[in-house]
């Protein structure tokens, strides 16, 4: 009895949940035009079937809302029969965006607004656009711009036909750069510090003469930043205040520092997971024991968590997170205490390449050492980096690590800022034999594909040099770079080098990274000559005239161990370069050595020490003279104050040149030198060298040792960078001639 009543109940239940439920049996759409029934059903996530509540509903309504097709729904339930009924947004037609010339700045914009032809018109998403462009008006300077919008409606096709127009106005220049409170520094450097510049007639080619916010923000970090580098731990760059100038529509632009006091490293200590071996960081306890009691540097706390993350790689400590704890004791002294800890797995998601509008992407991506779906390895990005800088044709690159669609994924911004890469160069130089001259053009971005090409073009009394120079990086989908360069030389040398030389020639070589930071630089050269002597040039001379034709293979091997290829503060890098003949009738073997050390001569400054040495030696197979053409002069670089080609033997009174060069090279830059003027480079050198091998014994004479010091200078003018030399030779021989001064003026498109 108690199994039939069982079974009466839950008839019951069962028939009462079916009579009462709402269950959706049918969906019916009303008022669509363009979009189908079925993709607004799609899009709804509404099936037959499902049960009707108000929650279901309000999630139907706002995917449908999302997807921007519709500018009005309404969801009816009635008898188990839902209805959608919709009102389409239209769509557009035609988008006219006027009013900006600049055709990269305005694809810019194109590509950034959401706004576009064949997409729904959203009057939401037209406000969104219009702050946008707003915004990158101002990011670019133009403050006093004003942005107007015109629609024309079409109902039949319901569609609009929309009209953006911009009136940039002029930019807004920045008048006065100023710095206030407990600014410590003088106002001189600080301007040398930040982007932004003050407007001057002169830099008309310059955007940072124009109030920027990014650029605001960013002078905020780069004055923190220096600060810190120098003690100021606790420096604030409390605000900015931004004066309009209604006179001339320019901008006061003023900075409130308070510096604070500086402190002392007291005590420095890493920390270890238990699992990591503590001799793998020996290192960095070496670099502890020579900072404490040293100034705090924000500078020498990264480079201590670079190198704990460099170590870290290295060892296949694969994902660490390094972070430092800071204590103060004593008032302005600080305890730090670096922790290594295992961190998370993370693998790159995507890459996104930013700012490149005139670049290929592909140019970037193919220096990119780390690649989406890898494991995310600081190190190798941060050679990414570099690598991309380079490649010589972005004025900076920044990059910034964000999360990705879940926690273990990471999504990588690349952001580049293009420069001008081409550049139109004119040469002069000033000596005790006349005057030189020269010019070229060089585009280091050709077609957008970091293709180098340049052409030359050197004049002097004696030497007509033409040059074509072609260079293209990742050839053929690799990562190697393809030289080519075609030359003609005509070299009349009868008066001073007793020859007279035509040359043309053609090379093509690559290059490519062998192994880890070491690089090899395979190159075959062809070359054709025709040397005549004059009639009072030595028996040895006239030995050497005639038509000679020269196939050689040449062979780079460069090792690179500095900190960053740009703005080089520490380690070294050494180049080993050979040429060996194929088909040559003198058969000339030529070695040569460059080995250049940087240092930085002050801790958290900007000068940095350089040292280098050049060694280079030139023989034949059969000990037969070397022709005199192919001997070894003096790099005028290597040895300023001296004439080039007019330094070491001579043979009566022609320079012929030496079978051995020495030189070293001694330098430092003197940073905040004419801090008024915008100085790329103020140095001060020493040059060392010979040229020997010829006429004179094998050995180093000693007495024949040339030296000069002086300074070189690097301005940037309203034509392009220009710039000086002033050597003063110290030691010398009789036959030498000398060049005390010379310059180099350029520009760039």
């Known amino acids: ?62 995917k449908l809302y999302e997807t921007n097709f519709f500018e009005d729904i309404n969801i009816t339930f009635n008898d188990n029969k839902l209805s959608i009924d919709v009102i389409e947004n239209p769509i557009i037609e035609k988008l006219e965006l006027i009013g900006i010339k600049k055709k990269s700045f305005l694809e810019f914009i194109q590509d950034n607004i959401y706004l576009k032809e064949r997409v729904s018109f959203n009057e939401f998403y037209l406000n969104k656009d219009i702050n946008l462009i707003q915004n990158i008006l101002k990011t670019n300077g133009y403050y006093f711009s004003t942005i107007q919008t015109s629609l024309i409606k079409n109902d039949d096709l319901n569609s609009v036909k929309l009209k953006i127009e911009v009136n940039l106005g002029e930019k807004a220049k920045i008048k006065k750069i100023s710095f206030i409170g407990n600014k410590v520094i ?44 120098r003690g100021f731990y606790d420096v604030e760059i409390v605000d900015n205040f931004v004066e309009l100038n209604k006179e001339n529509s320019s901008f006061n632009l003023t900075y409130n520092i308070n510096a604070g006091n500086k402190f002392l490293i007291k005590n420095l200590s890493l920390t270890l997971p238990d699992d990591y071996l503590k001799e793998d960081f020996t290192n960095i306890d070496k670099i502890f024991d020579k900072n404490i009691n040293e100034n705090y540097s924000l500078r020498f706390i990264n480079n201590i968590l670079e190198e704990i993350e460099n170590i870290a790689s290295n060892r296949l400590y694969d994902f660490i997170d390094a972070k430092v704890e800071e204590e103060i004791i004593d008032g302005n002294k600080l305890n730090l205490n670096f922790i290594v800890s295992d961190s998370k797995k993370y693998y790159v998601e995507r890459i996104n390449i930013l700012g490149n509008y005139s670049t290929i992407e592909e140019v970037i991506r193919n220096k990119l050492i780390v690649d989406e779906g890898d494991p995310l390895n600081n190190l190798l990005f941060n050679k990414s980096i570099n690598e991309i ?15 990705g669609s879940n926690d273990n ?83 009349d040398f009868l008066t001073l080098y007793g020859y007279e030389s035509t040359e043309i020639g053609f090379s093509i070589g690559t290059r490519f990274e062998q192994y880890e930071n070491l690089f090899f630089s395979p190159e075959l050269d062809f070359l054709l000559e025709d040397l005549t002597t004059n009639t009072t040039a030595s028996s040895q001379l006239k030995k050497q005239e005639g038509s000679y034709t020269d196939f050689y293979f040449n062979y780079g091997l460069d090792y690179d161990m500095r900190d960053s290829s740009f703005n080089t503060k520490n380690g070294y890098i050494t180049k080993f370069m050979q040429q060996l003949p194929i088909v040559s009738e003198n058969n000339e073997i030529s070695n040569t050595i460059i080995y250049t050390k940087y240092n930085e001569l002050i801790k958290s400054s900007e000068m940095v020490g350089k040292a280098s040495l050049y060694l ?102 309203p034509v392009g960078p220009l710039s000086f030399s002033l050597a003063q030779p110290i030691t010398k021989a009789s036959s030498d001639k000398t060049e005390s001064f010379r310059f180099n003026l350029g520009t760039t498109f």
């Open 1 to 62: 009895m108690i199994r039939i009543l069982l079974k009466i109940l839950i008839l019951y239940f069962t028939l009462t949940t079916i009579l009462f439920s709402q269950i959706i049996n049918s969906i019916d759409v009303t008022g669509n035009k363009r979009i189908s029934k079925e993709s607004i059903i799609v899009f709804s996530d509404l099936n037959i079937g499902k049960e009707y509540s108000e929650n279901l509903i309000n999630n139907s309504l706002k």
């Open 186 to 229: 003088k106002d001189k450097k600080l301007l040398e510090i930040i982007a932004s510049e003050e407007h001057k007639f002169w830099k008309f080619v310059s955007n940072k003469v124009y109030l920027n916010e990014t650029l605001i923000n960013l002078d905020k970090r780069l004055l923190e930043n220096y600060y810190k580098n």
């Open 389 to 403: 800088k380079s490649l010589n044709i972005f004025k900076t690159v920044n990059s910034q690590i964000k999360d």
């Open 409 to 491: 994924l990471k999504i990588l911004d690349i952001t580049v800022e293009e420069q001008p890469t081409g550049e139109i160069s004119l040469s002069a130089g000033f000596g005790t034999n006349g005057v030189a001259t020269g010019g070229g053009i060089n585009e280091r971005n050709f077609l957008g594909k970091g293709i180098n090409l340049n052409t030359n073009l050197e004049l002097t009394e004696e030497t007509i040099k033409g040059q074509i120079i072609y260079s293209r990086p990742n050839f053929a989908y690799t990562d190697n770079t393809l030289f080519t360069s075609l030359r003609s030389v005509d070299n």
């Open 616 to 717: 280079k030696a030139i023989n034949t197979i059969d000990g037969s003279d070397v022709r005199v053409s192919k001997r070894a002069n003096v790099p005028y670089n290597r040895l300023r104050g001296f004439e080039k080609g007019k330094v070491g033997p001579v043979d009566g009174s022609d320079y012929i040149g030496g079978n051995y060069i020495s030189t070293l090279n001694l330098s430092t830059n003197i940073p905040g030198i004419l801090s008024s003027i915008e100085i790329l480079d103020f140095n001060y050198f020493i040059d060392i060298g010979n040229v020997w091998g010829v006429d004179y014994n094998s050995s180093l004479d000693k007495s024949k040792i040339r030296s000069s010091t002086g300074i070189g200078l690097n301005v940037l003018t």
